[in-house]
């Protein structure tokens, strides 16, 4: 079955470069979306790419991808403390009947 | 414009109740799904439905029931409740039926005691 394995745990100084990555199994995703979860609060969509693109930029965030390796990674740019949350990695057939399978997220914690 | 809104926020129920909690999409967005979201995990599918029929059903058994009325806004059913429900329940909403944009609300933190 279809499987989204993401690093439990980023630690990164305020005002430096967050890297999250994430992994997938599921060769016929359409779409990868990144969320944000703060503490008590739901999923904030950040942003999403299309399986046949590369890359997408969005602001201070960069989506890449390597559908060969099946590889995502989320990069913030200049990091602050309002980016402490969670944040999952999501993919999809884009159909709809599956839903989107998350991984377990991965806590970003800033550093002052 | 109003975001995804599900009511009620917090709920405390015994084993063996039943439950209903409401989601009401976006205005426009004809496309409703479900998670349930264990403390420490990702979210995990329940249902999605659009045009008022079930498009998708995860792994889930047959206490959970869902459906989804004609302005779109749509029920989570829950019957015989276990402890392990205890979850925080997500309604997303999406304009078209393929999860494109899926938007989520603030969800329902439920506490099966």
């Known amino acids: 079955g279809e499987d989204v394995e993401q690093s439990l745990f980023l630690s990164v100084r305020e005002g430096d470069s967050s890297v999250i990555n994430c992994t997938y199994t599921d060769s016929s995703s359409t779409y990868l979306y990144w969320y944000k979860q703060e503490p008590g609060a739901g999923l904030q969509l950040l942003t999403y790419?299309?399986?046949?693109?590369d890359m997408k930029q969005d602001q201070r965030l960069t989506v890449l991808l390597n559908k060969k390796d099946k590889h995502l990674s989320l990069r913030i740019a200049d990091t602050q403390t309002g980016d402490s949350a969670i944040y999952f990695c999501?993919?999809?057939?884009?159909?709809?009947?599956?839903?989107?399978?998350f991984g377990k997220g991965t806590h970003l914690i800033i550093q002052p | 414009d109003a975001g995804v809104t599900q009511s009620p926020t917090h709920l405390i129920k015994t084993r063996g109740q039943h439950v209903t909690l409401r989601c009401s999409p976006i205005s426009g967005h004809k496309s409703v799904s479900w998670y349930q979201q264990v403390l420490g995990q990702g979210p995990q599918f329940i249902f999605q439905?659009?045009?008022?029929?079930?498009?998708g059903r995860g792994n889930f058994p047959d206490r959970f029931s869902a459906r989804q009325f004609p302005n779109y806004s749509s029920e989570l059913n829950v019957n015989a409740l276990l402890l392990g429900d205890s979850a925080l329940y997500l309604c997303?909403?999406?304009?078209?039926?393929?999860?494109?944009?899926?938007?989520f609300g603030q969800g329902t933190r439920l506490t099966v005691v």
């Open positions: 790419i299309f399986s046949n693109m």
């Open positions: 997303a909403s999406s304009p078209v039926s393929a999860n494109t944009e899926a938007f």
């Open positions: 439905y659009y045009e008022k029929e079930e498009r």
């Open positions: 999501a993919e999809g057939p884009g159909g709809g009947a599956d839903g989107l399978t």
